[in-house]
């Protein structure tokens, strides 16, 4: 059997985190079969149409290393294939015209609702004669085609959940072509399921309530049922449903922020799942090894920032310097930081272990290029004074003012020097290295004194000490 899974979204302007994961398990299975995966591009409900989102949607997807091996599928351009398949089940018996005015149908659910019953059409329409139905088209009446769902029982199984089975009684007549003339999700995702050849349909878990008047279509029309697995919600660390209140939903925005594509992949592969329950990190070819649906969780998967950010950590520290200057490059651009210059490669260098996101390298180059401000009381270690402070300080000065040009391209060698100063001084370390760093850095933490040396030069270091010593007197 060739595998064929495929991303249907809607277009909505964004990438969803939940269907980035849709999307990746979707390719991951696929690739792993040696399958294929597409993209359909479900635009059938006109009144939500977003400018530009299909191509976002695209441009994202291949930003994340999911393209779809062919074209993407667009629903709205499909429009005759539904009107066929809709004419077949209504030559069938199997669905019918329903010419309900809106106020209708509204009055009708608020009966319902008031009543408690559940919430179904009536089948008012139903009973319209031929002749009726005949004059009502003829006068351009609007309509809707409603599936007639049939009597009985409606079993399919999950991947995930296992088998399901659900009362034909509890299903509504489910609207199957709009008055617009487009079909609605459930007919056009049947059709284009089956027309595809779709073998695999993973979604997220709110679509498994749908799925008995998919199957019901599909029984219909005489279709193969495919394989359905509905992965479980992405939830917020208070379990409820991951939401915009509670953190960023769209991958954009994690990627505006300086999370890196490969990040957000490993992330959102472990949302439900674990291949190996040994490790968190893996590479993408081990992602598509590894892949097996039967080992998707049933529950909830929390959405863990911590984790996130932990994780996009992880994956910074692989990168050489020069790697995180590009890949920052925009954000540095963004900041308005000098790209090409000598000392933001240095700060790079010296921060690159602690960043969590690219922006981090922006936020942290700004603070360095600053003028700083800081309470003078900072640069007096806990167990000296002003007096004692000062006196470093200017000794410090005396030494840097007095080395070489060189020796600051040199790391070991402008700590040897200073660390010669202290013991010569019989000083404690504390009262040397407090006073240096908080000076260069305007910090209470910060790397240590040797690597900001080393980061601001001998110009800067030198500006950075006076400064301090103006303060302290
Ligand atoms: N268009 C649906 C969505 O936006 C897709 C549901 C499905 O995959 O069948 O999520």
Redesign the pocket.
């Known amino acids: 059997m060739n595998v064929v899974t495929?991303?249907?979204?809607?277009p909505?302007g964004y990438l969803h985190v939940g269907?980035l994961r849709?999307a990746l398990y979707s390719y991951l299975y696929a690739k792993q079969q040696k399958g294929t995966f597409l993209l359909?591009i479900?635009d059938t409900d006109q009144a939500r149409l977003v400018e530009g989102a299909v191509e976002a949607l695209i441009s994202t997807l291949k930003t994340m290393g999911l393209p779809p091996d062919r074209e993407p599928y667009i629903q709205s351009q499909r429009l005759g294939l539904y009107r066929e398949h809709v004419q077949r089940l209504l030559d069938k018996g199997d669905a019918y015209y329903c010419f309900c005015s809106k106020e209708r149908l509204t009055a009708l659910r608020e009966e319902q609702q008031a009543m408690k019953s559940p919430m179904k059409y009536d089948r008012m329409c139903l009973h319209l004669s031929k002749d009726e139905i005949a004059s009502k088209l003829a006068s351009n009446e609007p309509y809707v085609v409603r599936l007639l769902v049939p009597e009985g029982k409606t079993t399919f199984t999950d991947e995930i959940r296992g088998e399901i089975t659900i009362e034909n009684k509890e299903v509504d007549d489910q609207v199957l072509l709009k008055t617009d003339g487009f079909p609605t999700?459930h007919l056009a995702?049947v059709v284009d399921?089956n027309d595809m050849h779709v073998t695999h349909?993973?979604?997220?878990d709110?679509?498994i309530s749908?799925v008995p008047k998919h199957v019901i279509l599909y029984n219909m029309f005489g279709f193969a049922i495919p394989k359905f697995a509905h992965l479980p919600l992405i939830l917020n660390p208070d379990k409820s449903k991951l939401s915009k209140r509670q953190g960023d939903v769209a991958v954009e925005d994690y990627l505006a922020k300086g999370y890196l594509p490969e990040t957000l992949i490993n992330f959102v592969a472990l949302l439900g799942f674990n291949p190996t329950a040994d490790r968190e990190i893996y590479t993408f070819n081990e992602l598509i090894e590894l892949f097996d649906l039967s080992k998707i969780n049933k529950s909830g998967a929390v959405f863990d920032h911590a984790k996130l950010d932990w994780m996009n950590g992880m994956y910074l520290r692989t990168k050489s310097t020069q790697e995180i200057l590009t890949l920052a490059k925009p954000f540095l651009e963004k900041a308005n930081v000098e790209i090409n210059s000598a000392f933001l490669t240095r700060i790079c260098e010296i921060e690159k272990d602690r960043l969590v996101t690219l922006q981090d390298l922006a936020d942290r180059a700004l603070e360095y290029l600053s003028a700083i401000e800081y309470d003078p009381a900072m640069l007096v270690w806990k167990k000296a004074d002003v007096a004692d402070a000062r006196m470093h300080l200017h000794s410090l000065q005396t030494l840097l003012e007095g080395t070489l040009n060189e020796t600051f391209d040199d790391r070991a060698l402008l700590e040897a020097s200073v660390k010669k100063y202290i013991e010569e001084g019989s000083y404690q370390n504390g009262n040397v290295l407090w006073p240096l760093r908080a000076a260069l850095s305007g910090k209470e933490k910060s790397p240590n004194p040797f690597e900001l040396i080393w980061m601001f030069g001998k110009e800067e270091s030198l500006k950075r000490l006076s400064h301090a010593l103006s303060l302290l007197k």
């Not at 349909?201 to 997220?204: D, L, N, T, V, Y």
């Open positions: 495929r991303f249907a979204p809607s909505t269907g849709t359909r479900e999700y995702v399921d349909i993973i979604r997220g709110e679509w749908s």
